[in-house]
């Protein structure tokens, strides 16, 4: 093999391992407390105006996609999803799914659900808030 053609297959394993490390490494990073995706009944009447008769406003939680939202639907089974931890320079938020992003992008579906704690979701006729929220 000439020197030319080996430099360049050397090149082009280097770049193709740092770009699978690139996709592996930013779930693989995470500091400080876990975020877990919550998700609580609401109840009939509650003093925030978030209660069952805005059922109609909320998110169609039973449509959601499990792969495009793990955390909800797992939050919407379980009350909590697993959790999240977020990364130390802001470079994991770059490159990996969070409950963040799941919390916006329920929200911009329907803006009318966004509460101040929240978003209102239905599951199976069971109206619940979900929040991101930090246990310590």
Known sequence: ?????????????????ALLALGALPSLLGSGDPYYLTA?????NRPD?????NASAA?????????QFPYTTTALRNGSSGPYRAGPWGL??????SPF???????????TA???DGV?????????????RQRV
Request: no cysteine.
């Open 92 to 97: 994991k938020e770059t490159f990996a799914h």
């Open 1 to 17: 093999m000439r020197r030319v053609t080996r430099n360049f297959v050397l090149l082009l394993v280097a770049v193709s391992v």
């Open 114 to 116: 966004v509460t101040e």
């Open 40 to 44: 609580d009944p609401v109840e009939e």
């Open 101 to 111: 992003d799941e919390r916006d992008a329920l929200a911009a579906r329907n803006a």
């Open 49 to 53: 105006g978030a209660n069952a008769a």
């Open 120 to 132: 209102l979701v239905t599951h199976n006729g069971t109206l619940y808030r979900v929040a991101v």
């Open 59 to 67: 998110v169609n939680g039973s449509a959601l996609s499990e792969r």
